[in-house]
């Protein structure tokens, strides 16, 4: 049973100016040291907040990588949060659970014609490797029991729905760049996400 470790104050997003909190939750080895973010707290109490369950992604969250929309799909929710108010479950699995060095193993396949589902594949894995217990787990601990969702991934919709009560879908925007074009044909063709390209 997680429960929160710790929560504190704090300003995020491009220009460190937005208002939020981060929460630490016990439970969680060294190696899955998932966080929440929490924007407006005191609307936390109203029935229904906006969620985003973001899975980390050094390359794009950090150095704002050209070859996926997970920086901008980061940036979007923060932005929209510190609107509306919400939380972002940030957790840590690389590369869809395959990890950073792996990830970029499947960067030098994709390179080479192979989709980003085949190049996990090619290495071994599953399509998508990730678990969403952890962020189950850390919704329980903040006592929310129904959220609206924000995702463009089916398969996170129907992870979560199983155990907590998504009233409703918020698709994020469409993040197109010079090189992720095939990256997001991918998402929508083989892993189904609502997007239009």
Known sequence: MSEIRARVSLKVGSKSDIDAEIISFTCFDKDNEHVA????????NQDVPLVRVHSECLTGDVFHSSRCDCGEQ??????????????ILYMRQEGRGIGLYNKIDAYVLQSQGLNTYQANNELGFDDDQRSFEHAIAMLNAMDIDAIKLMTNNPRKAKALSEHVDVQAIVNTQVHMKSDNKEYLAAKKQHGKHDISI
């Open 37 to 44: 973010i929490v924007f407006k707290q005191a609307d936390l």
């Open 74 to 87: 980061l940036d979007e929710a923060i932005e929209t949060m510190a609107d509306i108010g919400g939380v």
